[in-house]
């Protein structure tokens, strides 16, 4: 998967952004400058071979913790795969007092920004999700950052609810890397979760809120198009809310 291309920014150069839906200012992360000029989208999708083994579907609900860059593009691509019954934007990985999204973009509270998905595993399973996970929803051979992204909190890990999901998990890693479909390796990290923490409201179904928002239109609605073309099955057109179900 290539890289984002040089029109983007790097985090040093953004700027706080007030939220008028949420009356909220955000500062770091996430948050992009544009420059004058974009060339074309910034991910491309890559197609990869579904896991040798997967999970045996013995509920009707289950949860999967996915971290991949900035959670606005990774909540919105599983918003829109049909068995999700919801996915939240949040943290894992750190301690409870800080998970708060300005202590987390300092980069050194251990968090970071991750999916819990909630998902029925007769309709979509895990295996599944782990495809669209490291095909479409973010970039696997990138340590500690994504594009624009840059910091330990934007790393690309795995945190799996059971013993099951860690062998699926690692079993399909070890199959990407022997079949060389990056060519280069696969970094995501696989770990036991101990905690998910959601995010602040204001992150919550922040695509779908924000389509012409210029972070999200240059590196996560070509990512929801990538879900539609390579997954026609799995694809929802109607996302499932965050802020829908709360309501």
């Known amino acids: 998967m290539p890289q984002l291309g040089k029109d983007t920014l790097s985090k040093a150069t953004r700027r706080p952004l007030a939220f008028g839906f949420a009356g909220v200012t955000a500062v770091a992360g996430c948050l992009l400058a544009m420059s004058s000029t974009f060339s074309k989208a910034a991910e491309e999708a890559v197609v990869i071979p579904p896991p040798a083994i997967d999970e045996a579907a013995t509920a009707t609900t289950e949860k999967a913790v996915f971290a991949g860059g900035c959670f606005w593009g990774v909540q919105g691509v599983f918003q829109h795969v049909k068995g999700v019954k919801n ?39 895990y295996g599944q999700l782990l495809q669209i996970y490291f095909s479409v929803a973010h970039n696997p051979t990138q340590l500690n950052y994504q594009g624009p992204d840059h910091g330990t909190q ?16 690692d079993s399909y890693i ?69 802020l829908k179900a709360k309501g």
């Not at 409870?96 to 968090?111: C, F, I, M, R």
């Not at 970094?187 to 972070?215: C, G, M, R, W």
């Open 154 to 169: 934007y790393r690309s890990e795995i945190f799996a609810t059971n013993s099951e999901q860690k062998k699926v998990a």
């Open 174 to 242: 070890a199959q990407l890397d022997k079949a060389k479909v990056y060519g280069e390796p696969v970094v995501t990290k696989v770990s036991d979760i101990t905690a998910f923490y959601p995010a602040e409201e204001y992150h919550q179904d922040f695509l779908t809120l924000n389509p012409t928002y210029p972070y999200i239109v240059y590196n996560d609605m070509p990512k929801i198009e990538n879900l539609k073309a390579l997954f026609p099955t799995e694809f929802s057109a109607t996302p499932v809310l965050v």
């Open 87 to 125: 996915a939240v934007s949040g943290y894992s990985g750190g301690a409870k007092d800080t998970a708060v999204y300005e202590t987390v973009s300092g980069g050194d509270t251990g968090h970071a920004e991750a999916v819990e998905v909630t998902y029925n595993p007769k309709m979509v399973t």
